[in-house]
């Protein structure tokens, strides 16, 4: 295969690998779990503001049964960034805007994510994902000095496989 050959090979799968990812998060916003969980390994990798956790296809599946949020609207940056580190293996990374109803309140955030996805049997599936809600890198923006009042107030939201901490 030429160089040439080669980057319109790169180009294709990135945009595969992106359209994999708006995939996913319509089918989050859809509460489309088999679409869902056709997308993810297992298990995955989920890492957030609450944490880490590894979710096999059983958990996964309860916990969007179980979900006290909906997602309205969505919108991924159009700088996302695609890296393919081999033939099947690809990392995805871009700015996220959300538009949620979480426990009946509305909330809004904007997060930078990451994907992993590997091909396995010839389909890809989405190893990894990552969220960092967007703000202060230490933290200043959610948090008030003890003793001083506290705003923004923090509520627990939960999106996707995953749970996280954001303003209201």
Not at 82 to 98: C, G, M, N, P, T
Not at 103 to 112: E, K, R, S, W
Request: hydrophobic share 35%; net charge negative.
């Amino acid at each position: 295969m030429s160089a040439g050959e080669q980057d319109m090979a790169n180009t294709t799968t990135a945009d595969e690998i992106l359209d994999l990812e708006r995939e996913y998060w319509q089918a989050i916003q859809n509460r489309d779990i088999e679409t869902v969980l056709r997308l993810t390994d297992e298990p995955c990798t989920v890492t957030g503001a609450q944490g880490v956790g590894t979710c096999d296809r059983e958990k996964i599946a309860a916990m969007f049964r179980a979900a006290t949020y909906t997602l309205h609207r969505f919108e991924l940056s159009k700088d996302a960034q695609v890296r393919l580190l081999d033939k099947d293996v690809a990392v995805v990374a871009y700015k996220v805007h959300e538009e949620l109803t979480v426990d009946g309140n509305q909330v809004t955030l904007d997060a930078a994510d990451s994907s992993t996805w590997v091909r396995r049997n010839g389909r890809w599936v989405c190893t990894l994902h990552t969220e960092a809600i967007m703000g202060d890198p230490f933290g200043r923006d959610r948090h008030s000095p003890e003793g001083a009042e506290t705003s923004p107030a923090t509520q627990t939201v939960e999106a996707g496989p995953r749970r996280r901490t954001d303003r209201a």
